[in-house]
């Protein structure tokens, strides 16, 4: 059974940092293409940063210089640490994990239950 499980979320204030978790179960981890999507109230859910299994990174062009994505495989867990927080930024943020399409045509994608950031003053 595939869990991914996100911690870490809080409420900061503007200028803070927070890191968040998402530990990964029940996928190898290390093959995986690895993401932080956020969604805001009333908005679609996006792309914050991705990492793949060669460590490769992309980012959010909002993000970029603030946030930085990054995994521990031997852990199996991914990482999302977010510095000078805007209130923005403020969204339910979510891992996710896409295996690509594998060599039998199948692909598997899936999302943590979510954690909460809430940059306010």
């Given at each position: ?22 530990a990964a179960s ?11 999507y ?30 930085t ?24 943020y ?8 594998l ?19």
């Amino acid at each position: 059974q595939v869990q991914l499980v996100e911690s870490g979320g809080d409420l900061v204030q503007p200028g803070g940092s927070l890191r968040l978790s998402c530990a990964a179960s029940g996928i190898i981890f290390s093959i995986y293409v690895m993401g932080w999507y956020r969604q805001a109230p009333g908005k679609q859910r996006e792309l914050v940063a991705g990492i793949t299994s060669g460590g490769s990174t992309n980012y959010a062009d909002s993000v970029k210089g603030r946030f930085t994505i990054s995994t521990d495989n031997a852990k199996n867990t991914l990482y999302l640490q977010m510095n000078s927080l805007k209130p923005e930024d403020t969204a339910v943020y979510y891992c996710n994990a896409d295996s690509g399409v594998l060599r039998d045509g199948t692909r598997y994608n899936y999302w943590g239950q979510g954690t909460q950031v809430t940059v306010s003053s």
